[in-house]
């Protein structure tokens, strides 16, 4: 069964509104979480590392004020990504481990449209 | 610093030929490499990782790869390709840990019937 749960799978937004997108660990706790963006037809570049209880770690070239990133929970982290635009447009995928060393689980995304 | 190279961003094969989807890597420590498939408009599924020991690791759906410190590779192979293999695969790197993973910029793989 899914080990990680993201949600809304789509969504679209008009420009200037906020979207948060949620991702659940189902099956043990995370302590970290990551977020990628994915373009089209395009590789996954990563956004920023959850952490929980503490802030997240963002990528350089990441507007940490634009991609809001809560991780409040064992089991949960949120992405808003605040004020879009269109060319926020894309996949939102996250991800989490549940050890050192253990592989990474994905959610099975986010798509973005912004009109 | 790491990253990853995957050789042909399309490779077409047909149903029950073998599949060879290339990967190279760069890592200034030892790495962990992964093979990951996603189906449109999903998530990525682990095919199989490197992490220790044995270089020839088996994986899911009859995937298999080796890992080659002298050629810095980690091609992905099936020896008979069905239909439903038809995906994007991404090969990926990272340190040890598992942490941070780099994705290469994948390969979309097409089976002809």
């Known amino acids: 069964g899914a080990v990680v749960s993201q949600h809304p799978s789509w969504v679209i937004c008009k420009s200037g509104t906020s979207v948060k997108i949620e991702c659940r660990s189902l099956d043990f706790q995370a302590t970290t979480m990551f977020w990628y963006r994915q373009f089209p037809k395009q590789s996954l570049m990563l956004m920023a590392t959850?952490?929980?209880?503490?802030?997240?770690?963002?990528e350089q070239g990441v507007e940490k004020d634009k991609f809001l990133i809560n991780h409040a929970s064992l089991t949960l982290s949120t992405l808003t990504v605040t004020s879009a635009h269109p060319e926020d447009s894309s996949f939102y995928i996250c991800?989490?481990?549940?050890?050192?060393?253990?592989?990474?689980?994905f959610g099975n995304g986010t798509r973005l449209t912004v009109t | 610093a790491q990253s990853v190279t995957q050789l042909g961003s399309h490779v077409s094969v047909s149903e029950g030929a073998l599949v060879l989807l290339r990967c190279n890597y760069s890592?200034?420590?030892?790495?962990?490499l992964f093979w990951y498939v996603q189906y449109p408009n999903q998530g990525l599924q682990l095919l199989l990782k490197y992490t220790t020991g044995a270089t020839l690791v088996k994986g899911i759906n009859g995937f298999e790869a080796e890992f080659k410190k002298s050629e810095t590779s980690f091609h992905l192979t099936k020896p008979s390709a069905h239909m439903s293999d038809a995906a994007e695969y991404f090969c990926?790197?990272?340190?040890?840990?598992?942490?941070?993973?780099?994705f290469g910029q994948g390969t979309r793989l097409t089976i002809n019937p």
């Open positions: 991800s989490v481990r549940s050890s050192y060393n253990s592989p990474l689980h």
């Open positions: 890592s200034s420590v030892p790495p962990y």
């Open positions: 990926a790197v990272s340190g040890q840990g598992a942490q941070k993973l780099v």
């Open positions: 959850s952490n929980e209880g503490s802030k997240a770690t963002y």
